[in-house]
């Protein structure tokens, strides 16, 4: 589910020609324009809808994408057992897809439309933000479809998928502040991060042929969208960026580091939820045991692009907003 990556090294960056320059947020906008013009032939909402065939003799999910995998509770339960474990760790899977797509993307988005953050108030942006809300409304049919069928078809129906750690985070971290503009850039940096990150979750996912073919055709066409959503955000964020005030950049540099860790976290309270409705022995002791790998989450995701983009934005200029990202291991000094 996650890639492993390795710190980054970056200058401070102080000759370079950062995207704020009008010439390149020409080029910014020009890309926006151009993405916005094929969203009718790209988009996964104008093609075909996938057909729900189900094979009941593949599993639904990747082994290898489970927390405890190598636990050895879970390597000595029945293989019936495990094939549930399986299937509710597909459900988990996609009820993260519409927590993301819910919680995190479109309330962002809606505060673009609604013209609170700085440097996105023309028309191709509220072109594209459109464009990406439909995008996302049609991810939700998509996963929610692919659930449905596997609850019917593995006698699933009971099985009670809590919170997510992701979003409980976020509206953690924007309840610590009274400032309305500091909740939505904390919103819009949960997003840009999930929006950069989610190619990646659902890459192995997307072409692993030992799965559920339903299964695997539902993430291929979230990711086909997905991969213009990650050019859409990196390219709001160098029109953004620029255009807000120093107090509204700092606090963003600050707060943009976080959501990497919140993406990174392995979900081990909804596992464990989940495992007691399947009525698991030993369910506490083993999701105790993996705690700790909690701790190495910044091993299991690949965030040389926020770091990258951080950077070409001039944000790493500032020595505070550099330390930030040194001191939550995004970078070496």
């Known amino acids: 589910m996650y890639i492993a990556t390795s710190k980054t090294s970056y200058s401070s960056g102080a000759h370079q020609q950062h995207n704020s320059h009008p010439e390149n947020l020409s080029k910014v906008r020009d890309l926006l324009d151009r993405i916005a013009g094929g969203w009718h032939s790209r988009a996964q909402v104008k093609q075909d809808e996938l057909e729900l065939r189900y094979d009941a003799e593949c599993v639904d999910f990747r082994a290898d994408l489970l927390p405890f995998k190598n636990h050895p509770i ?42 609170k953050i700085p440097g996105l108030k023309n028309e191709t942006t509220k072109q594209i933000i459109c464009e990406t809300l439909v995008d996302e409304a049609y991810h939700i049919l998509l996963v929610k479809n692919a659930n449905r069928v596997t609850r019917e078809q593995r ?82 964020v160098k029109c953004f960026y620029g255009a ?56 299991r995701v690949n965030f040389n692009g926020i770091t990258a983009l951080a950077s070409e934005v001039g944000m790493l200029d500032d020595e505070v907003c550099r330390r930030n990202f040194i001191d939550r291991g995004l970078m070496i000094n």
């Open 155 to 236: 006698g699933l129906q009971y099985v009670h998928i809590p919170t997510f750690n992701l979003v409980h985070f976020m509206e953690a971290e924007k309840a610590k502040h009274a400032e309305i503009w500091k909740r939505q850039l904390v919103q819009l940096a949960t997003c840009v991060v999930s929006e950069i990150f989610v190619s990646d979750y659902l890459h192995l996912l997307s072409e692993d042929k030992t799965i559920q073919p339903l299964n695997r055709e539902t993430v291929a066409a979230h990711r086909h969208d997905e991969l213009a959503h990650s050019q859409i955000f990196k390219s709001l």
């Open 244 to 299: 807000m005030n120093k107090e509204q950049r700092s606090f963003f540099a600050k707060i943009l580091p976080c959501p990497i860790l919140w993406f990174a976290d392995l979900e081990l309270d909804v596992w464990h939820r989940m495992l007691v409705q399947l009525r698991v022995n030993g369910v506490a002791e083993m999701i105790k045991d993996c705690r700790f790998l909690n701790q190495q989450g910044l091993e």
């Open 74 to 115: 879970y390597l000595g339960l029945a293989d019936e057992t495990q094939r549930q474990i399986l299937s509710c760790g597909w459900l988990a899977y996609n009820e993260k897809t519409v927590a993301i797509e819910t919680s995190i993307v479109s309330p962002a988005c809606i505060d673009i439309l609604d013209e």
